[in-house]
């Protein structure tokens, strides 16, 4: 039986009225990549994961949130809209890649470039409508196989990175709402966010790069809708995605092992 504490109530409450509109395994495949020692390691430094849970809530706006609760459980939802979101900016870029597996031909893009960038405008445009509670409307390209499994790999490395973050936020900033979080809190759930990927699964199964396009994914679909003036409603501070991308990059540089925690840009 599991313990109950403020946050599952909370949690069980809020899988209740907004069901998964699909299975969990978006999430589940993601948080996973973390097992083993690498696992324990992080259960060992940070025993309050341990008290976090995690879920899909279905509702079509792109958010995803951490509440930490004051009997150190935690809860992080991720809403399917932002699943939705990123899947659909993964799998647009992906139509523009020429594919080359190893040892085989090179297998072409499925659009040219114009065809990438008016899909990816086509998600973008949605932002505001996603935040009104409409469900994404996409018209997938069909990507032939090797480029389908990358998508798919960049996706769960995206989503990988977003849990991750919400998870800083649970572990660094229990005493902050979030609606108060500051963007030098932003920055170190970044951070925090990258190393605990390399750490966990980076480094130990040698895909540190794939760790780093995850977050770079992310951080620049953000970066995109700023440039075309669209805001994440209901922060307090908002942060430049070219300031989150360039403490990442420089994160990355100097060291995956010692990453710095970010002063504020
Ligand atoms: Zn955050």
């Known amino acids: 039986m599991t313990e109950a504490s403020l946050a599952s109530l909370e949690f069980q409450r809020r899988m209740r009225n907004d069901p998964p509109k699909t299975d969990q395994l978006r999430l589940g495949q993601a948080f996973g990549l973390i097992r083993g020692v690498p696992l324990m390691r992080l259960l060992t430094e940070y025993p309050q994961i341990g008290r ?3 879920g899909e809530l279905g509702i079509n706006k792109p958010n995803a949130e951490s509440r ?13 809209g932002l699943l939705d979101f990123l899947e659909a900016v993964t799998r647009a870029a992906m139509t523009g890649a020429n594919v080359t597996v190893t040892g ?4 072409p893009a499925a659009q040219p470039p114009q065809a990438v960038d008016a899909a ?19 018209a997938p390209q069909p990507l032939p196989p090797e480029a389908e499994d990358i998508a798919r790999w960049l996706m769960k490395m995206t989503t990988f990175f977003v849990i991750l973050h919400e998870c800083a936020h649970a572990m660094l900033h ?20 990258l190393r605990q990927a390399l750490l966990g699964f980076g480094l130990p199964a040698n895909r540190s790069r794939s760790v780093l396009i995850g977050a770079v994914i992310m951080i620049r679909a953000l970066a995109a809708l700023e440039i075309m003036k669209y805001k994440l409603p209901g ?12 403490r990442s990059a420089s ?15």
């Not at 990816?120 to 996409?138: C, F, H, I, M, S």
């Not at 005493?175 to 966010?193: C, I, K, N, S, Y």
């Open 52 to 54: 976090v849970l995690l």
């Open 68 to 80: 930490p609760r004051a009997d150190g459980s935690a809860y992080i939802l991720v809403w399917t």
């Open 104 to 107: 085989q031909e090179t297998v």
């Open 120 to 138: 990816l405008d086509a998600v973008y445009r949605q932002w505001d409508a996603q935040w009104q509670g409409k469900a994404l409307v996409t």
């Open 174 to 193: 229990a005493e902050v709402e979030p609606e108060d979080r500051t963007p030098a809190q932003e920055l170190e759930a970044d951070a925090w966010a």
């Open 235 to 246: 922060r307090r501070a908002s942060i430049p995605a070219a300031c989150r991308r360039s």
């Open 251 to 265: 994160a990355w540089s100097t060291s995956p092992m010692i990453m710095p925690m970010p002063r504020s840009c």
